[in-house]
């Protein structure tokens, strides 16, 4: 197509919202007009199905819950006063909290300010607040933030160590529903540690964020910690950054959670239009559908060209492939559904993997994200009449081009900055974009089987480690092989799970279980000294 049709195409498909300073452009996705029309039943079916969701209908039925993250935003559409009263209620106290640790009034038990923040979660529990965190923050910030975010030992070492002797200061927020999501649980205990080992009161220096009644809640009313919020079990954890979830690390932060509410309730608004031309997240929907065939056949790599957007990709993994892939469909058809993302940030990446998607296997689709605004105030000129922003601009631009020109489809979504209301209206393109996309594909977006099957499964694991470490202390002192110890536990299937385990037994001195390597590393001798 030559530049001129497509700059046509251009202003015929582009989609503009003054209020949100937000375009998306769809020109370079190379559907037609029949496409659009031939998908119109399905999408005003997905409009349809959307409004019920949104009115309170069981969206998710393995769990037998509404899903509701849009009333967040809009509590007066909630399907009943109670819901909505306790949305505002919440909201009202993560800011009157917020205000009175910045006050001072709730502070470290020997006295000052909360100065820091260490954030405990997994998941949708920590990837919202640490994409916003990340692309809201700055040298105003009212507090530093830290995330425990895994339940791996050396990463929360190097997060206590960047705290190093601001502890006293430091203020915990725990997030989990259940209150028994292991990762957390262990962070939560690790944290615990630390502040007994420093001398402080961990419940002094401890919110919670959680379901009420939750194992969570009962020890935080027990331990008398700070304040506790609730966790609703209608917000699911990969859209509850617009719940204390999110709200409550960002407004400590310092950031302004009513404009980023209101991002999201003016995208929120815009994407319930049923013309599908007036509808940015109808557009991404169809877009999506399109490029992969409606099947998944490609990925969508997201590329925003600045560096406040680096986690947003990351944040739209768990959204995304988390609503969108699973094995059956509404009907319980065996689809094999999803949705690959990944991305960086521009134009980092045109020196990293932007070679082979100009010329190499060709299975995405690529999201731009442009951000109109370089800086606060003037910029160098690097070059005669070219600031450094003119030249990121510039490597957008030309990228886009070069794609398009080899065949590479791409979706450019430009902002005219980063704020607290562009950011929230992003997290809502996107939650609505997904659960128009998944309609379309006829699954399921609210539910996460595969999730929960991964958790039983590392249940499996740790009980065998329980039965292992029974035999080898037992046994003090003999030696056993991978193979000798699965037999004796009446296990030999199990034999390489056994190996994974005594291997990381041994590299450990937790458990007092030590290794005599063998000439292969599978024949190596483990027992318990």
């Known amino acids: 197509m030559q530049k001129l049709e497509l700059w046509e195409r251009y202003k015929n498909r582009l989609y503009e ?29 997905a409009h349809a199905e959307m409004a019920r969701l949104e009115e309170g209908t069981i969206a998710n039925p393995d769990e037998n819950r509404m899903v509701g993250h849009y009333w967040l935003r809009t509590p007066e559409i909630a399907p009943d006063a109670a819901i909505s009263e306790e949305i505002k209620a919440t909201l009202a106290s993560v800011k009157a909290f917020a205000a009175s640790v910045h006050a001072g009034n709730i502070a470290p038990p020997d006295g000052g300010h909360f100065t820091n923040l260490l954030v405990i979660g997994i998941g949708g529990s920590a990837l919202g607040p640490q994409f916003v965190a990340d692309s809201l923050g700055g040298d105003q910030d009212r507090m530093r933030l830290h995330f425990f975010d895994n339940t791996d030992p050396d990463g929360m070492d190097r997060v206590i160590s960047d705290i190093g002797k601001g502890l006293q200061q430091t203020l915990v927020v725990v997030i989990s529903k259940s209150g028994a999501t292991k990762e957390t649980r262990n962070g939560m205990l690790e944290a615990r540690q630390a502040f007994a080992g420093a001398g402080l009161n961990f419940a002094a220096h401890t919110v919670a964020v959680t379901g009420t009644g939750s194992e969570l809640d009962r020890t935080a009313s027990h331990e008398k910690w700070l304040a506790r919020f609730p966790m609703w079990d209608w917000v699911g954890g990969r859209t509850s950054v617009t719940s204390a979830v999110g709200l409550l690390p960002a407004a400590l932060q310092g950031i302004d959670i009513d404009r980023l509410l209101e991002g999201a309730r003016l995208c929120d608004r815009s994407t319930r239009a049923t013309a599908t031309r007036d509808n940015p997240a109808a557009l991404l929907a169809l877009s999506w559908f399109h490029a992969t065939g ?4 490609r990925d969508m790599v997201i590329l925003p060209y600045k560096d406040r957007l680096l986690l947003f990709s990351r944040y739209l993994q768990q959204l995304i492939m988390e609503s969108l892939g699973k094995e059956r469909d509404l009907a319980g058809n065996v689809v094999l559904q999803g949705l690959a993302v990944y991305g960086n940030k521009g134009s980092t990446d045109q020196h990293a993997y932007v070679q082979q998607l100009r010329e190499g296997v060709h299975n995405f689709f690529v999201t731009f994200i442009e951000v109109l605004k370089d800086r606060d105030g003037f910029s160098l000129e690097v070059d005669p009449g070219a600031t450094s922003g003119d030249y990121l601009s510039g490597f957008y631009q030309g990228t886009r081009g070069a794609l398009y020109e080899n065949g590479r489809e791409s979706i450019t979504i430009t902002v005219d900055e980063i704020t607290p209301l562009t950011v929230g209206a992003l997290i809502a393109l996107y939650e609505r974009a997904v659960g128009l996309y998944a309609s379309l594909i006829n699954v399921n977006a609210y539910h996460q089987p595969g999730v929960e099957a991964g958790k039983k499964a590392a249940g499996t694991v740790l009980k065998l480690q329980g039965e292992i470490l029974e035999l080898l202390r037992a046994q003090r002192g003999r030696e056993f092989t991978c193979e000798e110890c699965a037999l004796a536990l009446a296990r030999p299937e199990e034999v390489e799970t056994v190996f994974t385990i005594l291997r990381h037994l041994a590299a450990n001195p937790d458990h007092g279980v030590s290794a005599a390597k063998g000439e292969r590393v599978w024949e190596s001798r483990f027992r318990f000294d």
Do not use: W
């Open 294 to 297: 409606g099947k998944g056949g």
């Open 17 to 45: 919202n003054a209020e949100l300073g937000m375009t998306v452009d769809t020109s370079r996705i190379d559907f037609s007009d029949r496409f659009l029309d031939e998908m119109e039943p399905r999408m005003q079916k």
